[in-house]
């Protein structure tokens, strides 16, 4: 009988430092506290341009108590959502289309990268020649910039697919339509998901061009409003909340990302 021994193959979570083992939701409300104190110490200081989180609170109860601040936020989640929505129930199939056929890559990719090159607030006055001054034209523009930066990535995902996935596939009988119905598909499902969550930011961020557009109220609104008139809270106001929808319905994504396609490692 040998008498080697077996060496116990070392951990990998014992060689982690203590910050490793810190939870992610920790070090994020530890990072929002060292802003939030960095700010308030700016504020008290009296620095031009930056008012102190106390004046930008006063400003939200007041704008909340009037309902001001509610109907800016439902007027402008209306546009986000229904321009994100549409630019990328649209971008699916034709980034899969482009993928998975080389003939309409060649014909539609150049176009794709041309339009990507223009800002969405260059098409402002071709909107509203269009569409009038109506909420048409603000959903158009967050529609653009939705559209045009998913397609992209969930394009790509298309194109990486693993081609010995494919070629194994079709080694067992698989015809075309099987192939990409469950092999290219479930293997750019997380490309579909990162498309998303850019279109989500792109719309977001193409918001206050939107509201350009002869708007009587949302977020991107009352920000260019309180800019004719200094005011500063009222600005950071705004953005604070633009930032915190943004960020939680981020959040969102990756937990329903999470959900429908766990199957996928992830660090």
Do not use: H
């Not at 936020?73 to 546009?79: D, E, F, T, Y």
């Amino acid at each position: 009988m040998s008498d080697q021994r077996t060496t116990d193959i070392p951990d990998s979570r014992e060689n982690e430092s203590w910050i490793d083992k810190v939870p992610s939701w920790l070090l994020n409300l530890l990072s929002a506290s060292v802003a939030l104190g960095i700010w308030v110490v700016i504020g008290a200081i009296g620095i031009k341009g930056i008012p102190s989180p106390f004046q930008v609170m006063t400003t939200g109860v007041e704008a909340l108590k009037s309902g001001v601040l509610l109907g800016d936020i439902a007027a402008s989640l209306q546009r986000v959502l229904t321009g994100m929505i549409l630019g990328v129930l649209c971008a699916i199939p034709v980034a899969f289309t482009m993928g998975w056929y080389r003939v309409a890559r060649a014909v539609m990719e150049p176009w794709i990268q041309f339009l990507r090159t223009v800002p969405p607030i260059a098409l402002i006055p071709l909107v509203v020649v269009l569409f009038g001054i109506g909420e048409i034209p603000k959903i158009m523009i967050i529609f653009f910039a939705a559209f045009l930066s998913s397609i992209i990535s969930i394009y790509q995902g298309v194109v990486d697919t693993d081609k010995t996935l494919i070629n194994a596939a079709r080694v067992l009988g698989a015809s075309d339509a099987d192939v990409f119905r469950r092999v290219v598909v479930p293997a750019a499902m997380p490309f579909v998901f990162v498309g998303i969550r850019i279109a989500l930011a792109a719309s977001w961020s193409t918001l206050v061009a939107s509201e350009l557009v002869a708007a009587q109220k949302g977020l991107g609104y009352r920000m260019q409003i309180a800019g004719l008139y200094f005011d500063l809270p009222t600005i950071y106001l705004n953005i604070i909340v633009i930032g915190l929808f943004g960020f939680i319905m981020d959040r969102l994504l990756l937990l329903s990302e999470g959900r429908l396609i766990g199957w996928q490692e992830r660090k």
